[in-house]
């Protein structure tokens, strides 16, 4: 059986933690495969030693629906504790919110993908603890997509954002607790930090193998299929096409009123999809882009989730709408997470390169081809912080 970060915090009660004031970055989906939240768990191991909460983008209980949809600091009904938003008045915890606690727990699913930004409040918070001598301790969790698989080309600098700000690629291939390891170590940030890990967890288990109930992490992750294309499903958050939200099957569903079945099937053709067949059909999202309009579009089934590919997936899909629609495809103007400048697209892929890649018609293979080097190198560095077979 695998045994999560947090269960083996409550198992082992470390004695480092006994009498130190404890916060916990944590969510609604932040509980053990019996559904007990961790906040729970830590109140009955360590009586009287929590003393706030942090809630990262979408709140404390996932309710928020879209980017920039703010929450506010608040109480947590159950417990009387302060609950301290960091995606509100501010993404990067304020030093006056570390003045209480002496260790920062945190526990939250990613999803393996660099722009889900759950992962970069971890890095502010590394940030603010390295500033006032807080010490983090991420309590570990599955990679949901797997631990054994990296795609995509790395961020670049100049394209840092709240959507990435270490280079590294779109899927990582990392647990969270890895994931801040390594950002601690290539970002010099110099944070006390530690992983509880957990037990029983393989690099090569997809999240079915792990006999974990799924819980969705935010209002638009609301099952394990979602997580296998949101890698490549993201990037068309900046476009105007809809990428399935205000419907049931966000990022799994896609399309716009203008598009024709057989007209994007027949450009895709030429480029290798491997594991995954698109279905087409129509949708009429209820809330988002096109609202309330028939959009002609696809269902996106991963077939094998091995050997599917979502970047290289999705990098086709735009590149041939980019073709087929000239006057109808665009690309989203800003804002797009506090961004007010640069064009949501170019912060998605983390390199501009790729979008005018995209837009002369350089072929997907020859782009992979392209990045391949860096990306071996980023296989190489993170092997350093790797904590599980």
């Not at 006994?18 to 360590?46: C, E, M, P, V, W």
């Not at 979408?58 to 920039?68: L, P, V």
């Not at 280079?167 to 390891?181: D, K, N, S, V, W």
């Not at 698109?278 to 988002?288: A, I, K, M, Q, V």
Request: net charge negative.
């Amino acid at each position: 059986m695998l045994h999560l970060g947090i269960d083996e915090l409550c198992r082992n009660k470390p004695d480092f933690l006994r009498g130190k004031r404890l916060g916990l970055l944590a969510n609604q989906s932040s509980t053990d495969r019996f559904y007990t939240h961790s906040r729970d768990r830590i109140l009955q191991s360590f009586p009287g030693q929590l003393v706030c909460l942090f809630s990262p983008q979408h709140g404390f209980f996932s309710e928020k629906q879209d980017n920039m949809i703010e929450s506010d600091h608040g109480l947590d009904a159950a417990t009387g504790l302060p609950v301290y938003s960091l995606y509100g008045e501010t993404r990067k915890p304020h030093a006056h919110m570390f003045a209480d606690i002496d260790v920062l727990l945190v526990d939250l699913i990613d999803v393996g993908t660099r722009v889900y930004t759950f992962i970069w409040t971890v890095v502010h918070c590394l940030e603010t603890a390295a500033a006032t001598g807080v010490q983090v301790l991420i309590l570990d969790r599955p990679n949901p997509i797997g631990g054994h698989l990296v795609e995509g080309n790395l961020l670049r600098e100049e394209y840092a954002s709240f959507v990435g700000r270490c280079a590294i690629p779109m899927r990582h291939g990392m647990t969270l607790g890895e994931l801040a390891l390594y950002c601690n170590r290539e970002m010099q940030i110099g944070a006390e930090l530690d992983v509880v890990r957990m037990r029983g967890w393989q690099r090569n288990l997809m999240f079915p193998a792990t006999g974990l109930p799924w819980l969705f992490p935010s209002p638009n992750m609301p099952s394990f299929q979602t997580a296998l294309v949101y890698p490549g499903q993201v990037m068309l958050e900046g476009t105007n096409i809809s990428e399935g939200r205000g419907t049931t099957l966000p990022f799994e569903l896609f399309g716009a009123p203008f598009l024709s079945h057989q007209a994007v099937l027949g450009t895709i053709s030429t480029t290798p999809l491997p594991g995954c067949l698109l279905r087409p059909l129509f949708f009429e999202p209820t809330s988002g882009k096109w609202a309330g309009q028939p959009c002609c579009g696809f269902h996106l089934h991963v077939t094998d989730a091995e050997q599917f590919l979502p970047y290289r997936t999705s990098l086709t899909l735009v590149q041939a709408l980019q073709q087929l629609y000239p006057d109808q495809f665009a690309f989203k103007e800003p804002p797009y997470e506090y961004e007010f400048e640069r064009l949501p697209m170019d912060l998605i892929l983390g390199d501009r390169a790729i979008r005018t890649g995209l837009e002369q018609g350089i072929s997907i293979v020859e782009l992979e081809q392209s990045w391949q080097p860096e990306l071996e190198e980023f296989i190489n560095l993170r092997g350093a912080v790797l904590l599980y077979d």
